[in-house]
């Protein structure tokens, strides 16, 4: 303990192989499976009625898949019929023509079958020549022709049995179903930390040198649950990702590999914590498929891990030494784990905990001006009155320096030009009817009140022409504030300030304008 303790750190210091004292549940009766540690599926399939015809119309799968019990018993039943079969037609033949009567001392008689007097030489004749032993003492004559026509008959039947048969007990014989039982899998799986994240393990071995050509490997979550529709979903299958997308799950199994399912918010495991686990019922599939390298032929390898064989905040020993040219493995701490911290909540609560406790992050204005985010509708200017200028420049200091430094020249060369009067390229002039009411009545407040009699006074309005072109948008657009700006063609409009509202000193043309928009 002290040795591994000293050469992988101290979290290796509370290693713990027994199992009636790795879990703190209380003890659960053992349920039923759906896979057993095995890999059989403890499925049975009952009342099938009529459809029971299909086995027989696929005889030969039948027959391969019945235990070898049955195989040998149907083996051994096929080939003594037919050899009784074929040996009674022989001796019925020699009965007709009276072959038995005359036994062997006439001489001058020529039976169908040379030496065939009783059923037992009739027997013996057609296992010579079934399996082509021909010791030469029976034989059949030229003067019977049923004798050649069950000759012919004997041949083809002799060879569709063999064929069968032995090809049934080949099949069944080469079957990779034993190349299963030399892939190991753990005991237990194990819940613990890896990389920063919660993960699900399991390991995988294989106890031959030979390998398994493209070996790949998927889990299954067996689960039932209701839908919110209210159907109930018995033993439903949900699969686990364990590397799909990384290639994790094509493996190359030449020594023990630890499978690891990420727990996240795509995982079925998503709200499991330690205390859920404790009264959770679920199993997990496991299913190992690959080429057997000796024989090409497809092996694939199964078992299941239930609710009470995961183990949370255990971690696997390690297997893998370093001797004098090689790598040796230690099948003994193969299923052996050991405790590791891990925090008992799931990764849901530790997301919902980390987010209250994580600072508010600044409000990001959803298009800037500044960033090119400029939708058509918002191609517009805000005009805001001088006042605001204090207010704006504390808003552009919380960009990055880079945009302060491009917001800051072009701020400058805008008020260059507002200082000298010079108007935009184009010369367009529009009146406030192309502002919302709000930029109307604040432009207007920026006004200062003509009085009657004085004509002189008037009020210049910027052209902000929403079809304009982007790039000449982007050329004269003031980043917060745009004040008055005289435009020399085409005339100002005068606005004569009569009324008591600023909408009232407008042209009749331009209220009709307000009042549609």
């Not at 086995?55 to 030969?60: E, G, Q, R």
């Not at 330690?274 to 959770?280: G, I, K, P, V």
């Not at 493995?329 to 008992?344: A, C, G, I, K, L």
């Not at 022409?465 to 745009?482: F, N, Q, S």
């Amino acid at each position: 303990m002290s040795a591994l303790r000293r050469k992988f750190g101290e979290d290796y210091q509370v290693v713990n192989t027994n199992r009636s004292m790795t879990f703190s549940a209380p003890v659960k009766k053992k349920r039923q499976r759906f896979v057993e540690k095995n890999g059989r599926c403890n499925v049975q399939h009952g009342n099938l009625g009529s459809e029971t015809s299909r086995y027989i119309s696929d005889l030969f799968t039948t027959l391969v898949d019945l235990k070898w019990r049955w195989n040998l018993l149907i083996f051994i039943l096929t080939y003594t019929v037919a050899w009784l079969v074929m040996a009674s037609m022989w001796w019925v033949i020699a009965y007709i023509r009276g072959d038995l009567s005359h036994g062997g001392h006439d001489s001058s008689y020529t039976p169908c079958v040379a030496n065939v007097y009783n059923f037992p030489s009739a027997f013996l004749f057609f296992i010579e020549t079934e399996a082509t032993i021909g010791y030469g003492y029976r034989y059949i004559t030229e003067k019977c022709p049923e004798g050649i026509i069950l000759f012919l008959f004997q041949s083809l039947l002799g060879s569709i049995v063999d064929a069968f048969l032995i090809g049934c007990m080949f099949i069944k014989m080469s079957q990779p179903k034993k190349r299963a039982e030399t892939l190991m899998f753990s005991q237990d799986a194990v819940i613990s930390q890896r990389d920063g994240k919660l993960c699900l393990m399991f390991r995988v071995g294989n106890l031959r040198n030979s390998h398994m050509v493209s070996a790949q490997i998927r889990c299954k979550l067996i689960k039932s649950r209701q839908t919110p529709e209210g159907e109930f979903l018995p033993l439903d299958q949900c699969e686990l990702d364990v590397g799909f997308g990384t290639g994790a799950d094509q493996l190359f199994l030449v020594s023990p590999l630890t499978i690891c399912h990420e727990i996240n918010s795509k995982s079925p495991f998503f709200d499991l914590s330690q205390r859920s686990l404790m009264n959770d019922q679920f199993e997990i599939v496991v299913i190992l498929e690959g080429i057997v390298e000796t024989t090409g032929m497809t092996c694939q390898a199964r078992t299941s891990y239930t609710e009470d064989e995961v183990l949370w905040g255990h971690r696997f020993l390690p297997v893998m030494s370093l001797e004098e040219g090689f790598f040796r493995v230690d099948y003994s701490q193969f299923h052996n784990t050991f405790e590791v911290p891990t925090p008992p909540y799931s990764v849901k609560e530790q997301e919902e905990k980390s987010s209250l406790t994580s600072p508010n992050p600044l409000p990001v204005a959803p298009s800037s001006p500044l960033l090119g985010n400029i939708s058509r509708v918002g191609r517009r200017e805000r005009l805001l009155s001088a006042d605001n200028a204090e207010h704006v420049d504390d808003q552009v200091s919380r960009l990055p320096s880079k945009l302060q430094r491009m917001s800051s020249s072009k701020e400058e060369h805008l008020w260059r030009g507002l200082k000298t009067g010079s108007a935009l390229p184009g010369g367009k002039a529009s009146s406030t009817g192309d502002l919302p009411l709000s930029i109307q009545r604040l432009r207007s407040s920026s006004i200062p009140v003509v009085r009657q009699g004085h004509p002189e006074e008037q009020v210049q309005l910027l052209s902000l022409d929403g079809e304009a072109e982007e790039g000449e948008l982007e050329k004269h657009r003031l980043p917060t504030a745009v004040c008055t700006i005289p435009a020399p063609t085409p005339a100002p409009v005068q606005i004569p300030l009569v009324g008591s509202r600023p909408e009232d000193n407008l042209p009749p043309k331009l209220r009709r304008m307000n009042a549609d928009r």
